[in-house]
């Protein structure tokens, strides 16, 4: 099938089912790229069980994507979905530093019970890959929406947002000629009752 087939949205917005409409960040005109994979139900109850088993999970680790693998089967608590769950997560680092060409990896990932950054913002990275394994995804401006939130930060638009599951690609401030003009986000709320499982993914410093 023809990625033309699988994208929806606009071109400031790109959304398909195939992992190959991550590319399309590299179009100017670009700021956010969706993808809408298909996760097997071992990985998504696997992502249920982490709060129960570990606590507040918070891992964080600049690493080759190679060795993300062997990083995450010791951080995370065992379990017969854990292999499947690691390769899931492996698959998505490979894939982001591959499409960057990076040799090593930002990696985050964790349990949160509060928003991380409530307020809306860009990032000051090239691109940021966000992803909700559970509970309420990262809320988002459409371009519309963006140019009535430039004009008055103290105005809150509506917004748009993540379903959990889906993988995003957010574009910043520090992609080449895109100053002022990144993704503007936030985090959406959350409690002990209303819990997100949180991976992130950047350019290694």
């Not at 709320?189 to 991976?199: E, T």
Request: aromatic share 10%; glycine share 6%; hydrophobic share 40%.
């Amino acid at each position: 099938m023809l990625l033309e087939q699988n994208l929806t949205f606009s071109r400031y917005a790109v959304s398909g089912t195939d992992a190959s409409v991550l590319s399309e960040i590299y179009n100017p005109d670009t700021q956010i790229c969706i993808w809408n994979p298909q996760f097997s139900q071992d990985v998504l109850e696997y992502a249920l069980t982490l709060r129960q088993g570990a606590g507040n999970l918070s891992l964080r680790q600049v690493i080759a994507p190679l060795e993300l693998s062997e990083y995450l089967a010791s951080a995370l608590p065992n379990s017969e979905a854990r292999p499947v769950f690691i390769n899931e997560i492996q698959t998505i680092a490979e894939m982001f530093a591959y499409l960057f060409e990076l040799e090593r990896i930002g990696f985050r990932m964790g349990v949160l019970e509060n928003a991380m950054c409530p307020k809306f913002h860009t990032d000051k990275v090239p691109c940021r890959l966000v992803a909700t394994l559970k509970g309420k995804g990262t809320e988002w401006l459409n371009q519309s929406q963006t140019l009535s939130w430039r004009q008055d930060k103290t105005y809150e638009p509506a917004w748009e947002s993540l379903e959990p599951g889906q993988i995003a690609l957010l574009k910043g401030e520090g992609w080449f000629e895109n100053e002022g003009q990144g993704l503007v986000h936030r985090s959406p709320s959350a409690g002990p009752d209303d819990w997100r499982l949180f991976l992130s993914i950047d350019f290694a410093n």
